[in-house]
């Protein structure tokens, strides 16, 4: 099978190593991978696969240029032979959509966010997401909310949760320099305890809302929040950040973006994701507790899949600063026997239900259904 993939840009995030994925499991399968964005960083790892990479404009938003795209995709198409044509994101999938029908191949969307309408015209164009041959939603959550939202016949939906990568995702693997050297660039010495907010830093992941919560825990001494992530373009979020550690006497640490996560979950005494919205999956979950890490969730959306409260994590309330430092103070107070057997649920869970190669061979499982 020849499938191209579309997206708006190729730097990072949950559906862009999704692409990757895939990419990966096509060309096992002995077809020709294909991805169209603007570029990023992460093309250089599409393209060690063996992928193919074309850059085009497709995180624009331009009305213009997104029907412009259309043309440029089907030409893409027609010279690539495309068996499939399958798009992660709004405005590259109405160009996707177009693209498809001119050139007669089938049409994938994959529901990879949570996204909302204050309006008619909103609404429309968040639908070209349910106008897949196929829709693929990445958690229960996200299937719920497209079918309310879209009433989309359930004869069109499939639930595929995003996949970890195992093979990367293995605390065995992880050689315990690594781990030291994230410490030492966090300034968390050997008594210190880090606890590592993963997400780039924008306002509804939490940061803030942490930052409360752990000054109310009043901890002595007082552990390291370690807010891990892109945000080098907010620098007035960045002083937000720090001037509210200063007032909370809480010790804060903005080291930046990381291409070693999974020894950062090593790393990392506690694992917290307290996004104030919900997440349409909750990969970070996902990864941390295929390390065996000590992870708390927000208790709403797709990370409400991901970790069984009590039992592989902790879930809490969103938002609210009393009940997230309950959570962070009976995460700490887990003993050794405790923290071990609570590592080995979470790890039987995630390779059960959300590793990288069910995804892959459910995603293969629903071209092949289209192309027959």
Request: hydrophobic share 45%; glycine share 8%; net charge neutral.
């Amino acid at each position: 099978m020849n499938i191209l993939q579309v997206i708006p840009q190729m730097h990072a995030g949950g559906a862009e190593r999704t692409v990757i994925e895939m990419a990966e499991a096509i060309l096992a399968d002995g077809g020709q991978a294909v991805v169209a964005s603007s570029g990023g960083r992460l093309v250089a790892d599409l393209e060690a696969l063996g992928a193919r990479h074309v850059t085009l404009e497709m995180d624009t938003k331009n009305p213009l240029k997104v029907w412009t795209n259309a043309d440029k995709l089907a030409q893409l198409i027609r010279a690539e032979s495309i068996d499939i044509i399958h798009a992660r994101s709004r405005a590259p999938a109405w160009s996707a959509k177009w693209a498809a029908r001119r050139t007669q191949i089938p049409f994938v969307t994959t529901y990879h966010g949570f996204y909302k309408a204050k309006s008619r015209l909103k609404r429309w164009y968040n639908s070209i997401m349910a106008q897949g041959d196929l829709v693929i939603a990445n958690s229960e959550f996200t299937a719920r909310h497209v079918r309310e939202e879209h009433e989309i016949e359930p004869s069109r939906l499939r639930v595929i949760p995003r996949g970890v990568d195992l093979d990367q995702f293995d605390p065995a693997l992880v050689n315990p320099e690594r781990i030291r050297a994230h410490r030492a660039a966090w300034g968390a010495g050997p008594e210190k305890l880090a606890i590592v907010l993963p997400g780039r830093l924008t306002r509804w992941k939490g940061q803030l809302l942490m930052i409360e919560a752990l000054a109310r825990l009043r901890l002595d001494p007082g552990p390291l929040l370690v807010c891990l992530g892109e945000g080098a373009d907010k620098p007035d979020y960045q002083a937000e950040l720090k001037a509210a550690a200063d007032a909370a006497g809480v010790d804060l640490a903005l080291p930046g973006h990381t291409t070693d996560i999974a020894a950062a979950y090593l790393a990392a005494d506690l694992v917290v994701c307290p996004s104030l919205e919900p997440e349409a999956f909750g990969r970070t979950a996902a990864e941390a507790q295929a390390m065996g890490a000590r992870v708390i969730v927000a208790d709403h959306g797709g990370a409400r899949e991901v970790v069984r409260d009590g039992e592989t994590g902790w879930r809490a309330a969103p938002g609210d600063a009393d009940a997230w430092a309950k959570a962070v103070k009976a995460a700490l107070s887990l003993n050794a026997e405790g923290a071990n057997t609570l590592a080995l649920a979470a790890r039987k869970r995630v390779r059960t239900h959300f590793s990288k190669v069910q995804l892959q061979q459910a995603t293969l499982r629903v071209y092949r259904e289209l192309l027959d």
